[in-house]
């Protein structure tokens, strides 16, 4: 796994960024007096901080971003990292802050002049832009440096900075998952990474075809008869609280040709993000293990590859869900939602839980909707719906509610079984979200989120360089200890 940055709390001391030999980070803002980290740092620099804020440049920026000062004068640091920072800043402009910080990091430490700025969301956002991928790489870029943060009253944040080493931790997880190539991340290899979280104080159980097959899942092994790779379903469970768990319920298509409907070559090679929602589950478990919640939740993951053989579902077969729906299959690249029926069903039926969310790469037609920046979120409950879009907004993660109807139910209605797995073009984000929605029982409350336009981007996303997010973790977090926490 990539590590992080390492983050260390320090009290807050003047002197010490006179001789930091690295990456000196100081705030300030045009409209307030210069801070006493800021005010030391104008001392040495001979003015040069104060012509710095004074600037139309510096003027320009918006809160959170920062300008760099090269090999400052009187200081031994390389660079002088100058943040606009108002004098009560919001959470927003926090999250920048931390977002420059990160940006910016490389081998050298950091030394981050907080005082009186709360480390937290400063530190999460920092470790959490500071990542890149090298695993593949047969000389990967030397390790990221350590981050020292200054602060008031360093030890009394001691705990809520180890929360977001841990979230930040979980979210790189994600990211790994997700950017890691289809032959080294099989349904296999992904269950046997799984079993290791063991560790963490997780309770791991994985299932083979034959204990699937005994529960009548049929959908779901439809999915990955045409592979080599056997397809698992891998249950992580937390239980940090009594009473029913939340079920948080990913799709881990390890790669997804399309099966029969073969997808076109052009741009196939990024199937391999196509179980960036058991990613997310998985990193949010490990997320929820390591802090501690006081909750109980399940998380369960089906893995499966979609190849086409001579083995292989066709379009025009029928299959049976372990709810005992028959399922016409129109097309096989519309696989995500077969694995989902039947992991839905069996999360609901064992653990019979007080709320079900999925999270699944499952529509192209979502990115036609929201592009990469928001994420679809459908549900039969308006209350979680509410309560996720603020938790999505409170962590900088985007989503957007779309709707549920009866109205589109026509689109899957199949000539000869109950339902078929896809509805055409027209509304398809929607009618995916339909056809899961048969897979709830009645009155359980339900959040499906589609994932195809964040979870993998080929530009900067809200907290991360282009490649895997890890959207999701954050949000999924946020949302438990608003909603599913005992306090």
């Known amino acids: ?53 004074a600037s139309d440049a510096f003027s320009k920026l918006k809160p959170g971003d920062g300008m760099m000062l090269g090999w400052p004068s009187g200081l031994q640091a390389q660079t002088l990292h100058l943040i606009r920072m108002p004098a009560r800043p919001e959470a927003k402009a926090l999250r ?27 530190a999460q956002a920092a470790l959490l832009r500071a990542y890149h991928y090298e695993a593949q790489k047969s000389e990967p870029k030397p390790p990221f440096g350590a981050i020292t943060f200054m602060a008031r009253a360093a030890e009394s944040q001691s705990t809520a900075l180890a929360e977001a080493e841990a979230l930040a ?6 990211r790994d998952l997700v950017n890691a190539p289809a032959n080294i991340l099989t349904t296999t290899s992904f269950a046997a990474q799984i079993e290791e979280m063991q560790d963490l104080g997780l309770k791991v159980e994985i299932l083979d075809e034959a204990a ?22 891998a249950i992580l469970h937390w239980q940090g609280a009594e009473g029913p768990p939340l079920a948080i319920i990913g799709k ?5 040709t399309g099966g029969i409907s073969l997808k076109p070559a052009l741009g196939m090679e990024e199937m391999t993000m196509d179980m960036g929602g058991a990613a997310v589950t998985v990193g949010l478990m490990q997320a929820l293990a390591e802090r501690g919640a006081r909750a109980n ?8 590859e979609n190849m086409p053989d001579g083995r292989a579902q066709r379009p025009g077969d029928v299959v049976q869900s372990m709810k005992g729906d028959r399922i016409e299959v129109i097309n096989t690249d519309a696989e995500g939602r077969l694995v989902l029926a039947d992991v839905l069903w069996y999360a609901q039926t064992r653990f019979a839980p007080r ?16 592009g990469h920046d928001k994420a679809g979120v459908f549900a039969n409950d308006d209350a979680l719906a509410a309560a996720f879009l603020q938790a999505a907004a409170d962590m900088g993660e985007g989503a957007w509610r779309m709707p549920l109807d009866p109205c589109y139910e026509p689109l899957i ?46 530009t900067d996303s809200a907290h991360a360089p282009k490649g895997a997010s890890g959207w999701g973790v954050l949000s999924l977090d946020a949302l438990i200890r608003a909603k599913f926490e005992s306090r």
């Open 212 to 233: 699937m097959e005994a529960l009548g899942m049929g959908a779901l092994l439809a999915v990955g008869q045409g592979s080599e790779s056997p397809s698992k379903l």
């Open 252 to 256: 881990g298509v390890v790669f997804d």
């Open 297 to 304: 939740v399940v998380g369960l993951v089906g893995l499966v």
């Open 96 to 122: 920048a802050a931390g977002l420059s910080i990160g940006k910016a990091h490389g081998p050298q430490a950091a030394l981050v002049c907080a005082d009186a700025l709360p480390i937290a969301p400063l």
């Open 1 to 53: 796994m990539t590590s992080i940055a390492r983050a260390i709390l320090q009290e807050f001391d003047l002197t010490t960024l006179d001789t930091h030999p690295g990456r000196v980070v100081i705030f300030a803002d045009p409209a307030s007096p210069l801070p006493r980290a800021a005010k030391r740092a104008d001392k040495l620099t001979k003015g040069a901080v104060a012509r710095a804020v």
């Open 413 to 458: 209605k199949s000539r000869i079984a109950d339902v078929k797995n896809s509805g055409g073009r027209p509304a398809g984000s929607i009618t995916a979200a339909q056809f899961l929605q048969r897979f709830i029982q009645p009155g359980m409350p339900w959040m499906h989120l589609d994932i195809a336009g964040v979870a993998l981007t080929k």
């Open 355 to 370: 709320a079900v969310i999925n999270l699944a790469t499952l529509t192209g037609a979502i990115i036609i909707a929201l």
């Open 169 to 174: 931790r979980a979210t790189h997880l994600t």
